[in-house]
């Protein structure tokens, strides 16, 4: 007969894996159910900045191309970005322990037997004995999910109220407001200006191809000369009739070069010396209330004549499948587009594939860039306000890994 059997397992290194494996899934589980997005926040901030500002320029270089080659320019506005991300992890941990049992014969008397940790007695002369055996198993798995899937939501640029800006002339504010903000007035005017109390600037396309009058380029230049020298002054005033731009011109100054310069600029100008202050408004001629009258160019135009900056393969002319242009305009090119069979990849400041060639703008051509961001900030102020409708289209892009 046995009795006084007494079972005391011992902490074993199969045990102690056992153990360490249920509290690393304890802690994976409550790790996962953590919020992830604080930590992704500064890496999606940087990131998504970067593919916004590479995805509006190669927009904006793309729709600079297609005008060259007679293409209709579209614009897709990105409305929105939702990020969602989720993050699941798990460990499971299995242990067994299988019990079996035999029964033998003995002729011992008062012996003892122990058998792995049960501790048997008999005080029979003729008894007997069960041996207890066991079996331990273990078994662990482990699984993280992590998916990031962000929604993009694109709008087409498509509706009256932005072609409308598109087509309509920069406001000379628009245009004066760069100027204040340090933009020098060869960049800006070269760009944006069609002609300035009748001196008219260069024009690359259509009909009206010609070179820039010798004056415009002289009176860029002094403006230039005044803006670096502190001799000229640029303030926007609100009036009832909206946003009006003033131009001053100081009456002492220490650079005697500045003041002969200013003089020059009044004299190209037609302004009266006795006056320092002229208004600045849109006209094609000079008049008295507006002493200096720009004839300011609409976004469309700037990316007409901008496009004949574009080199288009040799092959594509001949087939006349792009608009020839002249460079004759007495000016430099204030924006160079090059084109290649190849991706200029690390060397280009933004690049797009069209009509089986690459265009590109060049990284270490600072006048083109200077040009191409103007371009955008134009851009960005024929298309204020113009932000309403609903999403048009909705992208889910990503996945989980």
């Known amino acids: 007969m046995l009795d006084n059997i007494t079972l005391s397992l011992k902490q074993t290194p199969l045990r102690k894996i056992g153990a360490g494996l249920l509290s690393a899934s304890l802690l994976v589980n409550l790790g996962g159910c953590s919020s992830i997005g604080t930590n992704t926040l500064r890496h999606d901030r940087f990131d998504y900045n970067m593919a916004l500002s590479d995805s509006w320029k190669e927009q904006l270089l793309l729709n600079i191309v297609k005008v060259r080659y007679g293409d209709t320019p579209m614009f897709l506005d990105v409305a929105q970005i939702i990020s969602a991300y989720t993050l699941t992890s798990g460990l499971s941990v299995n242990y067994l322990n299988a019990q079996s049992d035999t029964t033998t014969n003995a002729t011992t008397n008062n012996n003892t037997t122990n058998v792995i940790t049960a501790a048997l007695s008999s005080t029979a002369t003729s008894a007997a004995t069960k041996v207890l055996g066991f079996t331990e198993t273990f078994g662990f798995g482990g699984k993280i999910d992590f998916s990031d899937k962000p929604t993009v939501i694109l709008k087409p640029q498509t509706d009256a109220q932005f072609v409308k800006a598109l087509m309509t002339p920069l406001s000379p504010a628009s245009v004066m407001f760069l100027l204040q903000a340090g933009y020098p007035a060869d960049s800006v005017f070269g760009t944006t200006v069609e002609s300035i109390n009748g001196v008219k600037n260069w024009s690359r396309l259509g009909a009206n191809k010609r070179p820039a009058d010798p004056k415009f380029l002289r009176i860029l230049k002094l403006i230039n000369q005044a803006q670096q020298s502190g001799a000229i002054d640029i303030n926007i005033t609100k009036t009832p009739k909206g946003e009006e731009p003033v131009i001053s011109f100081r ?10 310069g200013v003089t020059e600029l009044r004299q190209l100008l037609g302004l009266k010396e006795n006056v320092s202050e002229y208004t600045v408004g849109f006209g094609i001629l000079q008049d008295a209330k507006e002493p200096i009258s720009l004839q300011t160019r609409s976004v469309f135009r700037i990316m007409l004549d901008l496009s004949a900056s574009v080199d288009v393969p040799k092959k594509d002319l001949e087939e006349k499948r792009a ?24 060397d280009s400041f933004a690049s797009v594939e069209y009509h089986g060639h690459w265009f590109w703008v060049d990284d270490r051509d600072m006048a083109s860039k200077r040009t191409f961001n103007l371009l955008m900030l134009f851009f960005s102020l024929a298309n204020q306000g113009n932000k309403g409708g609903d999403p048009i289209v909705t992208i889910p892009s990503g996945g989980s890994n």
């Not at 009456?251 to 002969?260: D, F, H, Q």
């Not at 242009?325 to 190849?342: D, E, F, K, Y």
């Open 251 to 260: 009456k002492e100054n220490p650079v005697a070069e500045a003041l002969s």
């Open 323 to 346: 608009a020839p242009a002249s460079n004759q305009t007495g000016a430099a090119m204030p924006l160079r587009i090059h084109s290649g069979q190849m991706n200029p990849w690390g």
